[in-house]
């Protein structure tokens, strides 16, 4: 069967099964559109936690950034995972204790400050926000490629499937829903990694093939990449170029900021008891690591691949993947030697990075590049977002293992974009509406905002998927910088310190807030030629600085409370409660 | 009161105690000692690549089974399991 109409077909049975799933758990009441009614067993709260937080920029992206990165991939790889250590160590249990439906709703009463409440939901609207967009470009990619429909109606299609099961169901169709999507496309995931696996290595366990033989060769998979890659002038797949203090410092900000999520924060308020929220955590990572350890793996195999496919071929005989991906242009190959054979190399292959494309073909049949061709021998621009979606391809695997793929990438930004949309709909609804603005309204009238603030959040969504705004890619990374400097501080403090007051703590995530932000739109809008690692301070990179505004945020926090007076008794007795399990 | 104080410094123990194997795990083997790790070899691995690649989040995962193990024992030897 052809590829499109598989694509079509497994798609639509995932998003019947996910529309089927949000009727049959429509929520009626505020408690169960916020948290599923507190009631969602441990394991399906694991793997819906996993959905949720594996978003499109762990599937469709990382492998496929770890993929040309090599070994400084890592720092996606360690500080993703490890940030949800700190979550379920430092946040989960004693969240859950507190058990109020959102992550302001806890800074608002344990800093006893409709200001602290506010400050936190502009901060959590900020990296919703800026994460979401993220996902509705990878909704995009997928249709375009291979449904071979116009972006425009791609993420249309996406953001009528979500706001039925968002607005409906709430958290709680969104909670069955994830647990589906999990399934979907951790199944996706797998499938072409094992192919590829025994393919190259003859194992069928990708994170072993990873560091097996090549078959029927007498040299290791990642030596050989080594190799090959030294043969191209490149330099060792696993050798570190980023300095140590850049890496420590990104990695550290993922961390932190992977912590500070809110969509992650409040599933854990869905679970009935603390110690269900910690034995989901528990399930969440192990669900999580299943699709994070494999990824390296896939990183590699297709870096390999991709460079045997490619690398001195004909361009007029290379696979029709190839030719698919030029199509929508985030693949361009400029003969720059004339001989119509594809060299590959160091460098980037363009001036000013993205191809920009004209109407006409060249002679071999390929897109005409309008941008100066670089000094340099390499021939190929390569988007790294399609690594994961072109693997199959380029390792030619069966029609159905593509059309899969294509669904899971679907699943994990419409999983992501949905959790997302809660946390800013509750955020409205609950934090801005009924804590601060209208404390009158009844629980229908804020489910009604609830749904409203939903719809809305879609459609803004939307809007950024459509006409994504230049700068989106550049943001989406920082949305973990600003968690790390903003949310982050503020809740451990709540949990582990008596003594932080209201004032404390908002001058706390103000100045990391600033600080981090003004760095960041320095380096990558206002002076973008002095980006570079000569202009850091202390060499650190505007993706790491989120560390240096967690540091700022602890350290005025703590400095302001100490000079004014401690909080009153209640919370004293409020943060003594959360730190009991009963 | 005295029995709740010592559940939470028990509980910070606990803590501390899996926080260091995580900073060592992913900071120490996979960033700061990873080249002196990388001279040894397991299979197809430098054992510093491996750390930071994989091993790392391998350990993360045994970490908060673990914690789950302590936190739950901890809970029962102060008889105060959550309902």
């Given at each position: 069967?052809?590829?499109?109409?598989?694509?079509?077909?497994?798609?639509?049975?995932?998003?019947?099964?996910?529309?089927?799933?949000?009727?049959?758990?429509?929520?009626?009441?505020?408690?169960?559109?916020?948290?599923?009614?507190?009631?969602?067993?441990?394991?399906?709260?694991?793997?819906?936690?996993?959905?949720?937080?594996?978003?499109?920029?762990?599937?469709?992206?990382?492998?496929?950034?770890?993929?040309?990165?090599?070994?400084?991939?890592?720092?996606?790889?360690?500080?993703?995972?490890?940030?949800?250590v700190l979550l379920a160590l430092l946040l989960a249990p004693y969240l859950r204790k507190f058990?109020?439906?959102?992550?302001?709703?806890?800074?608002?009463?344990r800093?006893?400050?409709?200001?602290?409440?506010?400050?936190?939901?502009?901060?959590?609207?900020?990296?919703?926000?800026?994460?979401?967009?993220?996902?509705?470009?990878?909704?995009?990619?997928?249709?375009?490629?291979?449904?071979?429909?116009?972006?425009?109606?791609?993420?249309?299609?996406?953001?009528?499937?979500?706001?039925?099961?968002?607005?409906?169901?709430?958290?709680?169709?969104?909670?069955?829903?994830?647990?589906?999507?999990?399934?979907?496309?951790?199944?996706?995931?797998?499938?072409?990694?094992?192919?590829?696996?025994?393919?190259?290595?003859?194992?069928?366990?990708?994170?072993?093939?990873?560091?097996?033989?090549?078959?029927?060769?007498?040299?290791?998979?990642?030596?050989?990449?080594?190799?090959?890659?030294?043969?191209?002038?490149?330099?060792?797949?696993?050798?570190?170029?980023?300095?140590?203090?850049?890496?420590?410092?990104?990695?550290?900000?993922?961390?932190?900021?992977?912590?500070?999520?809110?969509?992650?924060?409040?599933?854990?308020?869905?679970?009935?008891r603390v110690r269900?929220a910690r034995?989901?955590a528990?399930?969440?990572?192990?669900?999580?690591?299943?699709?994070?350890?494999?990824?390296?793996?896939?990183?590699?195999?297709?870096?390999?691949?991709?460079?045997?496919?490619?690398?001195?071929?004909?361009?007029?005989?290379?696979?029709?993947?190839?030719?698919?991906?030029?199509?929508?242009?985030?693949?361009?190959?400029?003969?720059?030697?004339?001989?119509?054979?594809?060299?590959?190399?160091?460098?980037?292959?363009?001036?000013?990075?993205?191809?920009?494309?004209?109407?006409?073909?060249?002679?071999?049949?390929?897109?005409?590049?309008?941008?100066?061709?670089?000094?340099?021998?390499?021939?190929?621009?390569?988007?790294?977002?399609?690594?994961?979606?072109?693997?199959?391809?380029?390792?030619?695997?069966?029609?159905?293992?593509?059309?899969?793929?294509?669904?899971?990438?679907?699943?994990?930004?419409?999983?992501?974009?949905?959790?997302?949309?809660?946390?800013?709909?509750?955020?409205?609804?609950?934090?801005?509406?009924?804590?601060?603005?209208?404390?009158?309204?009844?629980?229908?009238?804020?489910?009604?905002?609830?749904?409203?603030?939903?719809?809305?959040?879609?459609?803004?969504?939307?809007?950024?998927?459509?006409?994504?705004?230049?700068?989106?890619?550049?943001?989406?990374?920082?949305?973990?910088?600003?968690?790390?400097?903003?949310?982050?501080?503020?809740l451990i403090m709540g949990i582990f310190s008596k003594r932080i007051?209201?004032?404390?703590?908002?001058?706390?995530?103000?100045?990391?807030?600033?600080?981090?932000?003004?760095?960041?739109?320095?380096?990558?809008?206002?002076?973008?030629?002095?980006?570079?690692?000569?202009?850091?301070?202390?060499?650190?990179?505007?993706?790491?600085?989120?560390?240096?505004?967690?540091?700022?945020?602890f350290?005025?926090?703590i400095?302001?409370s100490s000079?004014?007076?401690p909080p009153?008794e209640?919370i004293r007795t409020l943060v003594n409660k959360i730190r009991q399990p009963s | 009161m005295k029995i709740k104080l010592s559940y939470w410094s028990a509980n910070i123990l606990i803590v501390i105690f899996l926080l260091s194997i995580w900073f060592?795990?992913?900071?120490?083997?996979?960033?700061?000692?990873?080249?002196?790790?990388?001279?040894?070899?397991?299979?197809?691995?430098?054992?510093?690549?491996?750390?930071?690649?994989?091993?790392?989040?391998?350990?993360?995962?045994?970490i908060i089974?673990l914690y789950c193990f302590l936190m739950n024992r901890l809970d029962k030897i102060y008889n105060s399991e959550g309902?």
């Amino acid at each position: 069967m052809d590829l499109q109409f598989l694509t079509y077909l497994i798609a639509g049975v995932s998003f019947a099964l996910y529309i089927g799933i949000a009727l049959w758990s429509k929520a009626s009441s505020t408690n169960e559109f916020y948290i599923a009614g507190g009631g969602v067993h441990p394991i399906a709260n694991g793997m819906a936690t996993a959905a949720d937080w594996m978003s499109a920029a762990s599937f469709i992206s990382m492998a496929g950034i770890i993929s040309f990165m090599g070994r400084d991939g890592a720092v996606y790889l360690m500080g993703w995972t490890g940030g949800y250590v700190l979550l379920a160590l430092l946040l989960a249990p004693y969240l859950r204790k507190f058990g109020k439906y959102t992550v302001p709703d806890f800074i608002g009463e344990r800093y006893y400050s409709k200001i602290a409440r506010f400050v936190a939901v502009l901060c959590l609207i900020f990296v919703s926000f800026t994460y979401i967009a993220g996902q509705m470009r990878g909704v995009g990619i997928v249709f375009s490629r291979f449904l071979e429909v116009d972006i425009n109606t791609g993420v249309v299609v996406g953001m009528v499937i979500v706001f039925i099961y968002a607005v409906l169901g709430g958290m709680k169709g969104i909670t069955y829903t994830q647990v589906a999507q999990y399934c979907v496309l951790i199944f996706a995931y797998m499938v072409p990694a094992i192919f590829i696996s025994i393919l190259i290595t003859g194992n069928p366990v990708p994170q072993l093939g990873f560091g097996s033989k090549i078959l029927n060769e007498d040299i290791y998979l990642l030596d050989k990449l080594n190799l090959v890659l030294n043969d191209l002038g490149f330099n060792d797949y696993t050798k570190s170029i980023r300095s140590k203090i850049d890496v420590f410092c990104i990695t550290a900000a993922l961390m932190a900021g992977t912590a500070g999520l809110p969509h992650v924060i409040v599933r854990f308020f869905t679970v009935p008891r603390v110690r269900d929220a910690r034995t989901s955590a528990g399930w969440a990572l192990m669900f999580i690591a299943i699709l994070y350890t494999t990824a390296p793996a896939v990183s590699s195999f297709s870096r390999l691949n991709f460079i045997d496919t490619i690398h001195n071929s004909e361009y007029q005989t290379t696979p029709q993947w190839f030719k698919n991906w030029e199509n929508i242009g985030l693949i361009s190959w400029s003969d720059k030697n004339n001989d119509g054979i594809i060299q590959y190399g160091p460098g980037k292959a363009l001036e000013n990075t993205k191809p920009i494309f004209s109407n006409q073909r060249g002679e071999n049949g390929e897109r005409v590049v309008l941008n100066k061709p670089s000094d340099n021998n390499n021939e190929i621009y390569i988007d790294r977002d399609i690594m994961v979606l072109a693997n199959p391809e380029i390792a030619a695997l069966p029609n159905w293992v593509i059309a899969l793929v294509a669904a899971g990438a679907l699943a994990a930004a419409l999983s992501t974009a949905a959790g997302l949309l809660l946390v800013i709909s509750s955020a409205i609804s609950h934090d801005l509406m009924k804590k601060i603005f209208r404390p009158l309204i009844n629980d229908k009238q804020e489910l009604f905002y609830a749904r409203m603030s939903a719809a809305i959040a879609i459609a803004i969504a939307g809007i950024f998927g459509i006409y994504p705004p230049a700068f989106v890619a550049q943001v989406v990374a920082f949305a973990f910088g600003l968690a790390a400097s903003s949310i982050f501080p503020v809740l451990i403090m709540g949990i582990f310190s008596k003594r932080i007051n209201s004032v404390g703590a908002i001058s706390g995530m103000v100045s990391g807030l600033i600080f981090t932000l003004s760095y960041i739109v320095f380096f990558k809008f206002i002076s973008p030629e002095l980006n570079s690692p000569d202009h850091w301070i202390l060499g650190i990179s505007p993706e790491g600085i989120g560390v240096v505004g967690m540091l700022i945020n602890f350290f005025f926090a703590i400095i302001i409370s100490s000079l004014t007076k401690p909080p009153p008794e209640e919370i004293r007795t409020l943060v003594n409660k959360i730190r009991q399990p009963s | 009161m005295k029995i709740k104080l010592s559940y939470w410094s028990a509980n910070i123990l606990i803590v501390i105690f899996l926080l260091s194997i995580w900073f060592l795990s992913s900071f120490g083997a996979g960033i700061l000692f990873t080249e002196y790790l990388d001279k040894f070899q397991i299979g197809g691995f430098k054992v510093g690549f491996w750390f930071s690649q994989q091993g790392s989040i391998i350990t993360f995962v045994l970490i908060i089974v673990l914690y789950c193990f302590l936190m739950n024992r901890l809970d029962k030897i102060y008889n105060s399991e959550g309902e």
